[in-house]
């Protein structure tokens, strides 16, 4: 494991502690949970159904790749939760990219504008990636099982970047989720582009 995920560990640690002694307590955050794991899970599929050798795969060159996608989607989940959960603030997004909540990522690929990953095998990157983006969710996961719902209700008035400013912990956590929605309906654009039948719904995979 690497020092930013052993300092997030340990950072939220005692909090785990507090919260795990009354889940019965917090059924907004205890559904939030719920609902975020379905979310990893239907997320995961969607980047598992792209063959590793269409990765990255993007319509247009306007566009950024398959990969991408997830990839951005999994850095900003990271730091909304970070934001959220870090005793200290910071007044703007240079001052955020210090922080030492990130999680480490597989590459430096540009995750804004359309860009490539290293050379590497197929199968390799795309396991970085599948990585990644599960550990990102495990982060938000586990981050919310600090809250109360209570808390959830807080946290307007700490200082943030100008683009979060007067988010509430909750709104934080939701615009994380609709943000992941937007990526994760893109990509599965991707695959119906590829001619790639996108995972569906069914009893046991629903969100």
Do not use: C
């Amino acid at each position: 494991m690497n020092r930013r995920s052993i300092l997030g560990l340990l950072g939220l640690a005692p909090l785990i502690l507090i919260s795990s002694k009354v889940p019965t307590t917090n059924p907004l955050t205890a559904n939030l949970i719920k609902r975020w794991k379905r979310s990893k899970e239907y997320t995961l599929a969607v980047l598992e159904a792209m063959p590793a050798e269409s990765l990255e795969y993007s319509p247009t060159e306007q566009q950024m790749s398959f990969a991408q996608h997830f990839l951005h989607l999994g850095f900003t989940n990271n730091m909304f939760l970070g934001i959220l959960l870090d005793k200290n603030t910071y007044p703007d997004f240079e001052a955020m990219m210090n922080a030492d909540f990130f999680l480490d990522r597989p590459d430096a690929v540009n995750l804004m504008q359309p860009d490539r990953l290293e050379k590497r095998e197929a199968t390799v990157n795309k396991a970085l990636v599948a990585k990644y983006v599960a550990d990102t969710f495990d982060y938000v996961i586990m981050g919310i099982g600090t809250l109360t719902d209570e808390m959830l209700a807080g946290g307007e008035q700490r200082e943030k970047p100008w683009f979060l400013e007067g988010h509430s912990r909750l709104d934080l956590i939701l615009r994380g989720e609709g943000h992941t929605t937007h990526h994760r309906a893109q990509a599965i654009v991707y695959l119906r582009l590829k001619g790639i039948q996108p995972p569906g719904y069914s009893k046991y995979n629903t969100l």
